[in-house]
């Protein structure tokens, strides 16, 4: 199974990226919650959005209402569009995979990165005037 994560890039404050996260490998992914993590020097890898296969969606404090969470099934793909950026949201971000053993739409997605146990590799977003 593999995750290819793409999309980080340098922009100013205020300004926008959509990050992708393409799955490959993986059966019935739509089994399977993905999540956004992120992780900046010198702290620790956080939880910025996920969801399942249901569309049911997680936020951190830091993205809600900043930050938006989608899939598409058919294409394998995971999308964070990310508006408003902050210098904060500084990071290499990550996204990540874990089965889901419950389904529906209010089955919320796990949201610890130990929960998580399929990575790929992190794409780097730097948001600095």
């Known amino acids: 199974v593999q995750l290819q994560a793409s999309g980080g890039g340098l922009v100013q404050p205020g300004g926008s990226l959509r990050l992708s996260c393409v799955a490959s490998g993986f059966a019935y992914l739509d089994y399977y919650a993905i999540g956004w993590f992120r992780q900046a020097p010198g702290k620790e890898r956080e939880a910025v959005s996920c969801?399942?296969?249901?569309?049911?969606?997680y936020y951190a404090d830091s993205a809600q209402g900043r930050f938006t969470i989608s899939r598409d099934n058919a294409r394998s793909t995971v999308y964070l569009q990310m508006s408003n950026l902050k210098p904060e949201d500084t990071a290499v971000y990550y996204c990540?995979?874990?089965?889901?053993?419950?389904?529906?739409?209010?089955?919320?997605?796990?949201?610890?990165?130990?929960?998580?146990?399929?990575w790929g590799q992190g794409t780097q977003v730097t948001v600095s005037s």
């Open positions: 990540a995979a874990t089965w889901m053993t419950k389904r529906g739409v209010r089955v919320l997605p796990p949201s610890r990165a130990d929960e998580y146990g399929a």
């Open positions: 969801i399942t296969g249901d569309s049911a969606t």
